[in-house]
Every structure is written in structure tokens, then in C-alpha cells.
């Protein structure tokens, strides 16, 4: 009967420490923005060849910036969501992206944390993510690692 107690209990304290656990890669776990484009802004999404998962570093930052240079991160990248996971930040999703004027960035806005955009621009591979206030000011830039 002892024995049977000591498995129901290792069985129970094993699943809820399962269960209870966060996949820090699960976009689903994370806080999500999900962003209304404005008038005259053209939702669109990111190119397929762009949509993966990245593991990224912080190329240029102005000082003052959180994030400095060096920087890693995880982003994963999806037709119309980009999951933000900065190391030693809660992660968060950004929904809906619209095209720049120019056609040759697809913009991620937050407007739930920090008011700044995450500008993807590449063509075959992933250039650059610009990462950009609503106001226009150049925060930082990351590159794929």
C-alpha cells in the first residue's frame, strides 16, 4: 500500500510539473498585440522564403537603448505574426503587419509595450530587422546569427 501511495504521488507531481512548465518557443504562451492598420497603411504578409525561426543578435543600437549590441534573441516569423523573445524577457507576438510605402519592409507594430515597429526587409534571405518608434526614431538593428 505504501508503494502505491509513493507511485500515485511521483505520478501526480510528475504531470503537474509537465503540464505546468512554458515552451518559451510556444508563440502561443506569449503576450500577444494585435494591431489595427491605420488609414491608408496596406495589411500584407511576410514572404514565405522569410517565414522561419531565427536566432538573431543586436548589430547597431543607439545608447540608451534596453537592448544593446550583442543582444541575442529568438524570432520567429510568420506570415502575419512575429513572436519577439528577447533572453531573460517574457516573450510576445505582434499580429497583423502592413507593407512600408516603399514595398520593402513588411512592419510589425507594438503598440501594447514600447510603441515601436519591427521592420523585416529581405529578399531570398532575411537582411536586416529595423527596429524603429512609432515617432520614426532608429532604436536598433538585428541580424540573423
Given amino acids: 500500500m505504501k508503494n502505491l501511495k509513493k507511485i500515485t504521488f511521483l505520478l501526480l507531481t510528475a504531470i503537474a510539473f509537465i503540464s505546468c512548465s512554458v515552451d518559451d518557443n510556444n508563440s502561443s504562451a506569449c503576450e500577444t498585440c494585435t494591431y489595427s492598420p491605420a488609414n491608408g497603411e496596406t495589411a500584407t504578409t511576410v514572404p514565405t522564403v522569410l517565414q522561419k525561426d531565427y536566432n538573431v543578435i543586436v548589430d547597431t543600437s543607439v545608447n540608451g537603448y534596453r537592448f544593446a549590441k550583442g543582444t541575442t ?43 515601436i515597429t519591427y521592420r523585416i526587409s529581405g529578399g531570398s534571405s532575411l537582411n536586416e530587422i529595423n527596429i524603429i518608434s512609432i515617432s520614426g526614431t532608429f532604436l536598433a538593428s538585428i541580424k540573423a546569427q
Fill in 73 to 115: 534573441a529568438s524570432f520567429k516569423v510568420e506570415a502575419t505574426k512575429l513572436t519577439v523573445n528577447f533572453n531573460n524577457e517574457p516573450c510576445f507576438t505582434m499580429e497583423n503587419p502592413v507593407a512600408s510605402t516603399n514595398g520593402g519592409e513588411t512592419i510589425f507594430t507594438d503598440t501594447c509595450n514600447e510603441n
